[in-house]
Structures are given as structure tokens and as C-alpha cells.
């Protein structure tokens, strides 16, 4: 989703604003801007699209000595994808970039039109270059404007500002949105995470909510309500270990081989020969604690939902799921014997984090699992398990998805080890399956190729149905979600029993039905399900170890011990079939229309 950067000092800004704007492009953007001023030039240049369109509108373009810079990537909220509605937003001498939304802009923008202020986007950001410059008009100083303007502000916001009335300044404040500032000696940074930042900043701060502030001269005064205050840096890694596509086609076809090797850094060090080892968790973590609630949206309420089963069967432990968007305002009724978990690749979807700080309100402690070190759900959460994916740059989850899910088990686990609800005979299976799931997650040479042979057949149809009972059931949403997302066609998950309760309606033979028919778990039961399907002509591709007859495409996988590990097989085959789909349908696989990767609006 949105994205900024910003800088101050002498050096090159163009670059510095497109390489950092690059970093964030993977999250999702429509339009992209810049905006510098050195001492009395100001220029601003916008462009929808591509990043590739700034480049081009800039290229003649080359910053001069010492400077103020901002700049955004924009995922449309209020308005249209337009160069008007792209930031930086201009009032008369001053810009400004702003991530979140500003819930009070209307009656703002009403305010200022009254006392005649021309808008010219149609966006809520641009209340806030205008409502400053009120402010500046009336002062002359852009500080205490800066302050009066941010003191107006509801809802949720990372903004910078910079203004001609004050060239060696740049003002920021965060509330909600995530933002931090970078250190090299007199430089000073800012993005809305750190990615843009490696390599060029030494030491970062992460802006907590409520500040807000200004740099002048290489040092940061930073405020929260009336005061100014001391803040402690922190190291930033040199270690550019950016995701590059390695010759793969995409970002998303790369984690997909990926899963199998990072799973195994997910395991590493918490999954012992006789047991699980959580160190991130205080021995005592789970005294008091009688049930479990899982907060997630997206792909990571998948694996939420998978985890349900998993606490319940193996933890023997009450577990909810809640889509984070709906629990907000559910007004749900919470005890204080329960654990909330949150769930999330970034770690900075506007709605979970949200969800967690009602959770933390309510008095419930609370755990995150992320994927991000330093998001802003790690830092909100009591407690917080890595996923250790590595960055994930398509915008279709992959081996976030995997490795969430493996964290999820193993917690499961954990909890059944220091409950004592498993014994140790159980334990020690289910650990011997988790090693086995490295295996299960390689993609040969010859799926990849089955998988894109088949693709060919799926690309009209009037629908998807992916099918699964138990823990297959949130692992065809999962596939499901996969396919929408990338091929733009329709697909639904569904309980493999509930077909006959109203979507057998829609079979026919343009209805196809990706049927997961694990043998661990059910098959007979799902078996019986597919055959209903079969009968009324729907298309079956059917995924399973066990051939089946009625099938019209079959993807066979390994016979295994464990339901988890064909989960984990099952999982690829769904992703591969989505990107193999995709590709054919000469979709942007990493980049998909209408998408973002952090969603960080709610
Ligand atoms: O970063 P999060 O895991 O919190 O993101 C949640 C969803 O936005 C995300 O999973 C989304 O559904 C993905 N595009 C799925 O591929």
C-alpha cells in the first residue's frame, strides 16, 4: 500500500527518492510522486502508473546541493489513480506525502473552501498542505503551523512536510502509520519501513504514535503532545539481502521454491528431537490461559483458521478465529484467561494492529506472529514469534502462508507440551512429520512442468470451487484467495460437505471443482462429496496420492503419514496451479490489479 520516503542533506535526492520508492514498490501502488525544493527551486513531478513513468518524467532532472525531498507511492483511497490525486500534495509554497486516512477531511476541506482554499484533488491529504499553510500564513512560523495542523487531525497518519518558508527543515508526525527516520551522521532518512533505508542509513528510529516533530541542521527534534523528547536509535542492518528474482519469472514463482528451504529456518532452534522450544515466550507464558483467539485477515486468517484445529485436536485448548475487520465491531465479549493472537505477514495491517490494541485495552495478553521484526505489531504485542520467511515480495502470500502455519503448529504443540495434553509418544510423531515437511514443499521439475500443462484447461469456465474437509477446508480458501487474486477469475473455498447444501446448483461442466483428497484425513467422506459433483457433470481436478477415477485432471501426490505434510504438499500444487493460470493469462503475477501488499487502511 502507500508508501514515503524523505530526506535532508546534500546529497543527490532524485535517486535517493526513486531507489527508496522502488523498495516499497512490491506493497502495492497506482501513482507515484517526488517533491524537492533547494533553497528557492521547487520541483515536483508525478506520474500514474509505474515507477518506470517517474523515471522517465525525471530523467532530465538532477538535484543540486543541500535539500529537502519527499516522496510517494499511492494506492488510491479518495479519488481516482490520477497525476492530481498523487502526492506530494502542493498548497501554495509548501508539499506534503501522507500514508493512512484522515477521517476528518471533509469537514476540514469545508472549512478552508469556505475561506476560499482551491483544492485541487480530490484526496484527503490534500487538507493537510492547506490547512498548514493557514496556519503559516497567519504565524510565520512553519513549526508551531506544522503543530496546529497535526493538533486538527483525525484517523490514522505517517505525514512528511516540507515548505519553501522553511528550506532546511522537514516536519513528520506518525499516528498510526508506520514511520521511521534514518541516521548517517548528518543525513537524515525517512520511510515508512525500513527496507528503503538499508544501505544508507546506519541507525534508525521507529516513530511511536502521537509523535511528531522536525530536522534542522542533521538533528531530529522530536514531540509528543506539548514536549520535546529524548529518543534511543537503534542499529539498522547493512545487510542488503534484497529479494532479487534469482531467474525466476516472478517474485511470487521464487518464494514458492523458497518454502521449502525457509521452512526449515523456521524450525531451526524450536524444534527439538523431544519437544518444542519457544524462547521468545517466558516460561510461564501460558499460566492463566484457558482459551485462544486469533485475530488475521487475508491469507493469514487462513492459516488461523488451519491453527483452529490444530489447538483444539492437539492442545486440547479453546480456539477462535476472527477476521480482524469484523471483530473490531463486534463489540466481542473477552476474558481474561484468553490469549490473543495476531497473525501477520507485514505486520502493519491496519485492521489486525487495530484489533490488537482493542485485545491489549481489554486486558488480554497478547501474542503476534510476523513475519517483520520491528513492525508495528510485533512492537504493540507482549510477546512475538518470528516467521522468518524472509522478505515476501509477491503481493499473493506464499511462504508467509507456509511458514505461519508451521509456527502455528508447533505452537500447537508447545501448548500441548506445557499443558500436558500430548503425550510424549504423540509429540515425538508430530515433530518426525514437521521434518518431513522441507520435503513435502519441493517443487520437482516435473510438477512445475504437470502443473503448467493443465493450467491451459482452467482459463474460462464460469468458476472455481476448491473443496477440502477439516484443515483442507482452510487450505482451499487459501487456494481459492490464491487464484482471484492473480488470475482475476472467480473461485470460492468451501467445506467439501457443505456443497450439497446450495453451490452443488451450480455444477456443470464449465464449473471447476479443485478438489483436496488427502488420504490421512477423511478421504472416504470427500471422496463421496467429489463423486456428488462428478455426477452433475462439474470438471473435477482432483489432488491426491490415491488415483481417482472420476477425475478429469489428476495431480498426484506423495502417500504420507501425516495430514500436515500433505497440507503442506497440497499447498504448492494450489499455488502453482494460481501462477501457472496467471502467467497464461498474461497477468502482472506479482503486482496483480487493485492489490496491495500491506494493507495498512483499514
Ligand atoms: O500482512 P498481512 O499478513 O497482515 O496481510 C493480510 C492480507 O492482506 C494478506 O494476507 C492478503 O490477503 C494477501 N494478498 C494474500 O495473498
Redesign the pocket.
Same mark, same amino acid.
Given at each position: 500500500m502507500c508508501g514515503i520516503v524523505g530526506y535532508i542533506g546534500p546529497k543527490e535526492k532524485k535517486e535517493i527518492l526513486l531507489d527508496g520508492l522502488q523498495e516499497l514498490e512490491y506493497r502495492g501502488y497506482d501513482s507515484a510522486g517526488i517533491a524537492i525544493i533547494e533553497g528557492k527551486k521547487l520541483h515536483n513531478f508525478k506520474a500514474i502508473g509505474k515507477l518506470k513513468n517517474l523515471r522517465e518524467k525525471t530523467k532530465n532532472y538532477t538535484s543540486e546541493g543541500f535539500g529537502i525531498s519527499i516522496g510517494h507511492t499511492r494506492w488510491a483511497t479518495h479519488g481516482k489513480p490520477t497525476e492530481l490525486n498523487a502526492h506530494p500534495h502542493l498548497g501554495a509554497y509548501s508539499y506534503v506525502v501522507h500514508n493512512g486516512i484522515i477521517e476528518n477531511y471533509q469537514e476540514l476541506k469545508e472549512e478552508l473552501q469556505a475561506e476560499g482554499v482551491n483544492f485541487l484533488s480530490q484526496t484527503d491529504t490534500e487538507t493537510i498542505v492547506h490547512l498548514f499553510e493557514k496556519y503559516h500564513n497567519r504565524s510565520n512560523d512553519a513549526f508551531p503551523a506544522f503543530k496546529e495542523t497535526i493538533e486538527r487531525l483525525e484517523g490514522a497518519y505517517g505525514i512528511l512536510l516540507i515548505t519553501e518558508a522553511a528550506p532546511d527543515m522537514i516536519f513528520f508526525a506518525k499516528n498510526g502509520s508506520p514511520m521511521l527516520i534514518g541516521f548517517d551522521n548528518e543525513d537524515v532518512y525517512f520511510a515508512s519501513s525500513d527496507t528503503p533505508l538499508i544501505g544508507k542509513a546506519k541507525e534508525v528510529y521507529y516513530l511511536e504514535d502521537g509523535e511528531y516533530g522536525y530536522v534542522k541542521d542533521g538533528q531530529v527534534h522530536l514531540f509528543n503532545k506539548n514536549e520535546e523528547i529524548g529518543f534511543t536509535k537503534q542499529t539498522l542492518t547493512a545487510d542488503k539481502a534484497l529479494a532479487q528474482k534469482d531467474g525466476y519469472r516472478f517474485f511470487m514463482e521464487k518464494e514458492i521454491y523458497e518454502q521449502s528451504r525457509v521452512m526449515g529456518e523456521t524450525m531451526m532452534g524450536r524444534v527439538l528431537d523431544d519437544g518444542i522450544a519457544l524462547d521468545e515466550l517466558d516460561k510461564d507464558f501460558f499460566e492463566d490461559i484457558n482459551a485462544i483467539k486469533i485475530c488475521?485477515?487475508?491469507?493469514?486468517?487462513?492459516s488461523a483458521l488451519t491453527s483452529a484445529y490444530l489447538f483444539e485436536r492437539i492442545a486440547k485448548i479453546r480456539c477462535d478465529i476472527e477476521i480482524a475487520s469484523e471483530f473490531r465491531y463486534k463489540e466481542p465479549l473477552l476474558t481474561g484467561d484468553t490469549l490473543f493472537i495476531t497473525?501477520?505477514?507485514?505486520?502493519?495491517?491496519a485492521d489486525?494492529l487495530e484489533a490488537l490494541k482493542m485485545a491489549k485495552r481489554a486486558g488480554l495478553k497478547s501474542l503476534s506472529i510476523c513475519?517483520v521484526d520491528n513492525s508495528s505489531?510485533v512492537r504493540e504485542s507482549d510477546a512475538a514469534i518470528l516467521t522468518r520467511a524472509g522478505i515476501e515480495k509477491?503481493?499473493?502470500?506464499?511462504k508467509?502462508?507456509a511458514t505461519?502455519t508451521m509456527v502455528l503448529w508447533m505452537l500447537a504443540l508447545y501448548v500441548g507440551q506445557e499443558r500436558n495434553s500430548i503425550s510424549s509418544d504423540i509429540l515425538r510423531q508430530e515433530i518426525d512429520a514437521m521434518l518431513h515437511t522441507p520435503k513435502a514443499l519441493i517443487v520437482t521439475d516435473k510438477l512445475h512442468a504437470k502443473l503448467h500443462r493443465l493450467s491451459k484447461r482452467y482459463l474460462h469456465g464460469h468458476g472455481f470451487f476448491f473443496i477440502g474437509r477439516d484443515i483442507f477446508f482452510p487450505l482451499a480458501l487459501e487456494g481459492a +484467495?490464491?487464484l482471484k487474486?492473480i488470475s482475476y477469475l472467480h473461485a470460492e473455498g468451501y467445506p467439501a460437505g457443505e456443497m450439497k447444501h446450495g453451490p452443488i446448483a451450480l455444477a456443470d461442466s464449465e464449473l471447476f471443482t479443485i478438489a483436496l483428497m488427502p488420504k490421512t484425513m477423511h478421504y472416504d467422506k470427500i471422496k463421496s462429496n467429489v463423486e456428488e459433483l462428478s455426477a452433475r457433470d462439474a470438471t473435477i481436478c482432483a489432488i491426491s496420492p490415491e488415483p481417482f477415477d472420476l477425475a478429469d485432471d489428476f495431480v498426484q501426490t506423495q502417500y504420507s503419514s501425516h495430514p500436515m505434510v500433505e497440507f503442506f504438499e497440497m499447498m504448492v500444487v494450489t499455488q502453482l496451479l494460481a501462477l501457472e493460470i496467471s502467467i497464461r493469462l498474461g497477468n502482472d503475477v506479482d503486482m496483480p490489479r487493485n +492489490?496491495?501488499?500491506?494493507?495498512t487502511v483499514e
Open positions: 488475521a485477515c487475508g491469507t493469514s486468517y487462513h497473525i501477520s505477514q507485514s505486520g502493519e495491517t489486525t513475519n505489531i509477491g503481493v499473493a502470500s506464499t508467509a502462508f505461519q +484467495l490464491k487474486e +492489490l496491495a501488499k500491506s494493507v
